[in-house]
């Protein structure tokens, strides 16, 4: 049971590891499905065919393809910040609905869960335990955190000192054109 009472309206920073720290995104398809995950399941709308839709938002990578109107109208929560590494993630979030946090991580981690033990042939827990959750109180603690989840991508050898250049990270979005 979750001790922490999200509230509309407020922004939480969420995240969660991978089960023994081991590596859950091996390659940029599971980039790519996860990052799929976190933007369009901010909605309540419903994906038929998602294998589908996820391999269109991938050939459109790039192209500056924007949620549907639909999508951002119906949304639960609103993704502010993201980076996703090889082995967690960070997302800032903003609840807009009673229980719209915990229906948008309940999706998302079932989803990818579901995905990653599909193709890796795997069986149970991918994550460790449920997502963590932090209020963030005010502004000051909001661009703090913002900073150090953009700056996470520095833990990679390869892109130490070039966060700006990190594909699964909202930080190119906050200093260059919003993709």
Known sequence: MRILKIAPGEHYHLFNRAVNKQVIFHNTGDY???LFLILHFQSKVKISHLNREVKEFAE?????RVLTSSSIEKRMVELVTFC????????I????????????????????????NTKYEKSGHVFQGPYRAVHI???????????????????IPKWFKK?????????QDFIGENR
């Open 163 to 171: 966060e700006d250049q990190y594909t699964w990270s909202s930080y």
């Open 32 to 34: 790519i499905r996860f």
């Open 84 to 91: 996703i590494m090889p082995n967690h993630f960070h997302l």
């Open 60 to 64: 459109s990578l790039g192209q500056h």
């Open 137 to 155: 109180a005010d502004d000051r603690q909001l661009l703090h955190l913002s900073a150090y989840i953009h700056r996470n991508p520095r833990e």
């Open 93 to 116: 979030t903003k609840e807009l609905e009673e229980g719209g946090i915990a229906s948008y991580m309940q999706r998302v981690l079932n989803a990818y869960t579901k995905y990653y």
